[in-house]
């Protein structure tokens, strides 16, 4: 009990102390029109309120990756917690930050395009390919996981039998018309309810291990074991944790999300509470999961069971209708459904708006809306034929690959402006030889390398990316006739 608090304590406290310094480096400008005024369109760039705004991009950010994720997280044992906390204060929330606002400096720019202002043209053709995929997997993560849970429901509580491929073909459909309509109708309508739902629904699932007296909330679990990789499976926790939970501790999915939210944002002010604090949002309810994973079923091994038989879904299911009763986990179940289907309709609608910059075509009519978005539709179809299991792992390294991505941008950035870089850098630093240690050493995505070998050659090779992205940008500021180099609104700062 006292460690999971202590962890909550963490995470608020890093929204208030750690985020309010993120803010500060980057420097807000009160005074600057933000997109959402600026190129309104009544389709994508839509002023509205704050809170609304920070429930919609919860909910866009928060798939089913801050619970699946964790609960297979949980197999390390309660360090995982750890993760989650020290992840999302000083990585995920300055990743999160830095894709909402340099978006917003940017006109509501997505990220290929800021990406490539500050890294230069190959790395934006990089990351339109590699945000285009990812935004794919999403979207057929998004897509299978929900399907499957929610036909276990129906199937589970009611007369009522229906098939996979027939909840598949209801949630694409929804999805194609929550990709085309505009923001406000049905995103800024009715999400910010069903954040609500799921805030509450995360918090009565705590509370309910808190009172159960059949469950003790980390009880069984002493604080010598809090740094040990308690894996049933033999897994390493180095590098493949900072895999398994992306998604409430740092997720490049987020980077495709934050412009949507950028184009709506009604002041720069509000960046820290919308961008920082859903990702201290999403670290909340990884926490929860986590937590749950590890009280509920009791052991590390009684979990993986639970796991090998039926998957996370199952854990949820057998998690919220064992704590809260039928009523009570119907709700908690659909809270957790409603998750990956809120942020796979917008990774869709990212999908549709990266091509749209890329080929120049303006979205106001509902003519090019669905020229962009049902090419995408169809490919998702497609992918929703294949394992599950297998989706899932290359979502996870190109997940982290795209924050990654992100995370040398928001570096780049800060270095032209000769602005505390190594917010951005060290974190940059670290998922840069998590994910090429990953690719090299896993045997089933990557090269199957040793491992002292992969961390070896991830080492030097985030060495040679440091030195090269910091020598780049100090030379490539931006710099007027007179020498002087100058803000995001072309003033001049200080002198070369």
């Known amino acids: ?69 964790p609960i297979m997280g949980a197999l390390y044992g309660p360090a995982a917690m750890l993760w989650i906390v020290f992840g999302c204060i000083f990585a995920g929330g300055v990743h999160d930050y830095f894709s909402g606002m340099l978006s917003v400096r940017n006109g509501g720019a997505s990220v290929p395009s800021i990406t490539g202002k500050y ?19 999403v979207g057929v993560v998004f897509v299978s996981a929900p399907a499957g849970m929610l036909t276990n429901l129906i199937n589970e509580q009611t007369n009522i039998t229906v098939s996979l491929m027939s909840m598949v073909a209801i949630i694409f459909a929804y999805y194609i018309v929550a990709t085309i309509v505009p923001v406000d109708k049905i995103i800024g309508r009715f999400y910010p309810f069903f954040g609500a739902l799921l805030i509450f629904m995360s918090v009565g699932l705590i ?34 944790l900072f895999i398994t ?16 939210m950028a184009r709506c944002l009604e002041n720069e002010g509000n ?20 937590a749950i994973a590890l009280s509920f079923f009791g052991s590390v091994g009684s979990l993986s069971d ?17 704590l809260l009763g039928v009523f009570g986990g119907i709700l908690a179940f659909l809270g957790v459904v409603i998750l990956p289907i809120t942020s796979g309709d917008t990774a869709f609608r990212s999908s549709r708006l990266i091509l749209a910059e890329y080929f120049n075509m303006e979205q106001k009519t509902m003519r090019n809306r669905l020229f962009m978005a049902l090419p995408l539709f169809l490919l998702g179809a497609i992918l929703t034929q294949v394992d599950f299991g297998i989706i899932w792992r290359y979502f996870g390294f190109a997940n982290q690959t795209t924050a990654v991505m992100m995370l040398w941008t928001a570096t780049a950035y800060l270095v032209r402006h000769n602005k505390f870089h190594w917010i951005s850098t060290v974190p940059a ?9 990953f690719i090299l050493n896993n045997a089933t995505l990557g090269f199957g390398l040793a491992m002292h070998t992969s961390t070896i050659i991830g080492v030097l090779a985030m060495v040679t990316i440091t030195v090269y992205v910091i020598h780049k940008s100090k030379n490539t500021q931006f710099i007027n006739e007179q020498g002087e180099r100058l803000d995001d609104d072309g003033i001049a700062v200080q002198k070369s």
């Open 429 to 437: 630093m670290f998922m840069t030889t998590v994910v090429i240690t």
């Open 306 to 322: 639970a796991i090998v038989t039926g998957g996370p879904g199952a854990v949820v299911y057998g998690a919220s209708f064992g």
């Open 1 to 69: 009990m006292l460690w999971f608090l202590f962890c909550l304590a963490l995470l608020l406290g890093g929204y208030f102390i750690y985020g309010r310094f993120v803010e500060k480096v980057f420097g807000i400008k009160n005074h600057r029109t933000t997109p959402a005024y600026e190129k309104h369109d009544g389709v994508d760039y839509v002023a509205m309120s704050t809170p609304k705004v920070y429930l919609v991009q919860l909910l866009n950010i928060a798939g089913v990756g801050p619970i699946f994720g």
């Open 119 to 137: 890294l230069g043209n190959n790395a934006k053709h990089f990351m339109n390919i590699f945000a285009l995929v990812l935004l794919l997997l």
């Open 245 to 260: 939970i992306a998604c409430g501790a740092i997720s490049g999915f987020h980077a495709t999300q934050s412009p949507l």
């Open 271 to 290: 960046g820290r509470f919308v961008f920082y604090g859903a990702m201290i949002g999403e670290g909340v309810i990884a926490l929860i999961w986590c």
């Open 207 to 240: 509370a309910a291990v808190v009172f159960s007296s059949d469950h003790t909330l980390l009880g069984d679990y002493e604080m010598s074991q809090m740094f040990t990789n308690m894996n049933p499976n033999d897994l390493p926790l180095w590098p493949a």
